[in-house]
């Protein structure tokens, strides 16, 4: 495959990341703040608009889900104010990927394929997911690797 088509492609994947990124972030933040109010007689539609302008949202974009949409959020404990976590679950992919990406080995490298497994996987819900994730990276998870994956311009 031509070197000029792989740019293209790679450059696609990246395309309006800014609006999906806010658009979701937007979604997470208002689900977060929901989570440390009263709800009783709460006037959501107010409260959304409120949240985004403290926010400073762009007013061109809307949150991804609208508080609705969240039926999930509110149905429980288990979910409540962890709309954030899907994009957490990419922050910890992106840099994973990178510490792969780095090594000698590249995506195949059996040194970090090990240390993946022995302080990831292997340990499951026995050790603190921060400390485990620390223990197979060396450094707790950064967010500009997630940022550096979506094509924004960040350095390392």
Same mark, same amino acid.
């Given at each position: 495959m031509p070197a000029e088509l792989i740019a293209k492609i790679k450059q696609a994947a990246t395309f309006n990341q800014g609006f999906k990124t %806010?658009?979701?972030? *937007?979604? @997470?933040?208002?689900?977060?703040?929901?989570?440390t109010v009263d709800p009783t007689g709460i006037d959501v539609q107010k409260f959304e608009r409120d949240t985004l302008a403290a926010?400073?949202?762009?007013?061109?974009?809307?949150?991804?889900?609208?508080?609705?949409?969240f039926g999930h959020v509110f149905s429980g404990e288990g979910y409540s104010a962890s709309y954030y976590g899907y994009m957490w679950a990419?922050?910890? %992919?992106?840099?994973? *990927?990178? @510490?792969?990406?780095?090594?000698?080995?590249?995506?195949?490298?059996?040194?970090?394929?090990?240390?993946?497994v022995k302080h990831l996987f292997s340990v499951r819900n026995a050790v603190d997911p921060a400390e485990?994730?620390?223990?197979?990276?060396?450094?707790?998870?950064?967010?500009?690797?997630?940022?550096?994956?979506?094509?924004?311009?960040?350095?390392?």
């Open positions: %806010t658009e979701y972030l *937007a979604s @997470a933040l208002v689900d977060m703040k929901f989570h926010l400073k949202m762009p007013e061109a974009l809307v949150m991804r889900h609208r508080s609705t949409h990419e922050v910890l %992919t992106a840099d994973a *990927a990178e @510490a792969f990406s780095q090594s000698p080995g590249g995506f195949y490298d059996i040194d970090i394929a090990a240390k993946l485990a994730y620390r223990a197979f990276r060396g450094r707790d998870a950064d967010v500009k690797a997630l940022m550096r994956d979506r094509g924004f311009p960040v350095t390392k």
